[in-house]
């Protein structure tokens, strides 16, 4: 379930990361959005003195950061809502995945590929590698598809870490990272450190030059 934040916190938090609302009324930049399909409805909650107040999902932030990015590399409105539809649709993928029931069906039609190249192998149609680290068990492909959390972030203009909450994370865990722009001038990243129950620290070679979003997720 999404967490949410009044519109005031929302318009404060994205400023504070770089967000550029230009002269106007920055309410009425988030109601353009919405019409125009880059966020999310608002919805009205009541805040902590029982007044109703707009709210809308908290990484309504990411969002608007990666926007900001995106106009100020160019690209048009048009250009901009395909790439957020994109976006979704591998948010969208990978929360299904996460679901008990169509993780289930991954992972059955993972086996079934493990066992095809297994036989394959064995009638010597394919030839696999002798070296027991390049071998993959149907355990460890169970394993990949069970993500236990996932979310999206991004390393700020200037540096080169960022570390990501994520409580279900454990010592074992597997931390997948997919840039979803351009990171340059960095051209390699990898997570330096897993703190269990607190999150990981993703690390690039060189700071970034603007704010670069990625994606990530954790398997068991």
């Given amino acids: 379930m999404d967490e949410y934040i009044s519109i005031d916190k929302l318009i404060k938090q994205a400023k504070s990361k770089g967000v550029n609302f230009g002269s106007g009324d920055p309410y009425n930049r988030l109601r353009y959005y919405t019409k125009i399909g880059w966020l999310s409805h608002m919805v009205r909650k009541a ?129 997948y990272v997919s840039f979803n722009q351009d990171y340059t001038p960095a051209s390699r990243y990898w997570v330096s450190q897993i703190k269990p129950q607190e999150g990981f620290e993703l690390t690039l070679d060189t700071p970034v030059s603007y704010n670069s979003e990625f994606s990530w997720w954790l398997t068991q």
């Fill in 47 to 175: 805040d902590k003195k029982g007044n109703i107040k707009g709210h809308y999902p908290a990484w309504s932030v990411d969002r608007l950061i990666l926007i900001e990015n995106l106009k100020s590399e160019g690209y048009t409105n048009e250009e901009i809502s395909e790439k957020l539809k994109t976006k979704n649709k591998i948010e969208s993928f990978l929360m299904a995945v996460s679901s008990p029931e169509i993780r289930k069906q991954v992972v059955t039609y993972l086996i079934l590929i493990a066992v095809s190249i297994t036989l394959a192998s064995e009638l010597g149609f394919i030839h696999l590698g002798k070296s027991k680290s390049q071998i993959m068990t149907v355990g460890d492909i169970s394993q990949q598809t069970q993500i236990i959390q996932n979310g999206t972030s991004f390393v700020p203009k200037n540096q080169s870490k960022v570390f990501i909450t994520a409580e279900g994370i454990k010592a074992n865990s597997k931390v």
